[in-house]
Nanobody, 122 residues
């Protein structure tokens, strides 16, 4: 089970940190990721851990950072220099057997948390 929190209202150019806690049986070998969905748009990839490597969408590279605490079973998304187009519902996801070519495909991830809303004021 995944629980995401930390969303809220942030001013453009500001920062926000999202957290996602995983309960139940998890492992440091699990892939953990963040996706987002804006109104009227498809769910899109934001960032992920696949094994020990991190991957980012081009739109957030250099601004967002994903990190994980394997002791706490928690994955974080540090959002810096937030832009209005970053406004969306953010979802965390996990998978125990994801292959690298599927990291950016939300349909391939098995476990999902409830989303947390990020609103950006300009």
């Amino acid at each position: 089970q995944l629980q995401a929190f930390g969303g809220g209202l942030v001013q453009a150019g500001g920062s926000l940190r999202l957290s996602c806690a995983a309960s139940g049986r998890t492992s440091s070998s699990y892939s953990l990721g963040w996706f987002r969905q804006a109104p009227g748009k498809d769910r899109e990839f934001v960032a992920a851990f696949w094994r020990t490597r991190t991957y980012y969408a081009d739109s957030v590279k250099g601004r967002f950072a994903i990190s994980r605490d394997n002791v706490k079973n928690t994955v974080y998304l540090q959002m810096n220099n937030v832009k209005p187009e970053d406004a969306a519902v953010y979802y965390c996801a996990a998978d125990s057997s994801l292959i690298l070519s599927s990291v950016r495909l939300w349909e391939q991830w098995h476990y999902w948390g409830h989303g947390t809303q990020v609103t950006v004021s300009s």
